[in-house]
């Protein structure tokens, strides 16, 4: 079967590269608006981009942008992206966790809440399989994190100590 991929730049590059070398050498906290970003991505191309489309390509981005450059993009909403400052990184990753921890949550109330009795056999087996595993999976998500909380908790509320500081 043949691909239906084909390369829509004459120098060869993807929508990923063309992000990547915008963004690789950007300082933190630089912003990249939609105009620009949409130019960039038409740029060697028969096909003009819209604003709309320029999230999917930053998402696809996104894994590359990380490991390469050890950089991630932010949405600044109606604007365009920024390059995230390396402390705001946590703050983004909790996000995405907690979207993830949603989405695991939803996966499983779509398992637990069908109608059995409108499956085959080999459907019902594998969806109490997918159940099974889902469902412990999740359930050590949940309390591997409350165990996380706790030790962040308790590392917040106790004090620093400053090893320069006089003593009393």
Not at 89 to 103: E, Y
Not at 156 to 164: F, I, L, N, R
Request: glycine share 6%; net charge positive; charged share 25%.
């Amino acid at each position: 079967m043949a691909s239906s991929f084909t390369v829509a730049r004459a120098d060869g590059r993807s929508n990923v590269d063309v992000v990547l070398e915008l963004v690789k050498g950007a300082e933190p906290g630089h912003l990249f608006e939609y105009g620009v970003l949409c130019e960039v991505l038409s740029d060697g191309t028969e096909r003009v981009y819209k604003a709309r489309e320029v999230p999917n390509v930053v998402r696809s981005a996104q894994s590359r942008l990380l490991q390469e450059h050890k950089r991630v993009l932010e949405c600044v909403k109606t604007v365009g992206y920024r390059v995230a400052l390396a402390g705001d990184h946590n703050r983004l990753a909790t996000g995405r966790v907690r979207k993830a921890d949603v989405q695991m949550k939803l996966g499983l109330k779509t398992l637990q809440h069908v109608r059995w009795d409108e499956m085959t056999e080999n459907q019902r087996k594998l969806a109490e399989g997918t159940l099974m595993v889902l469902g412990a999976l999740y359930h050590q998500q949940q309390s591997m994190e409350k165990r996380l909380s706790a030790v962040e908790n308790a590392i917040a509320m106790s004090k620093v100590v400053d090893p320069s500081a006089p003593k009393k």
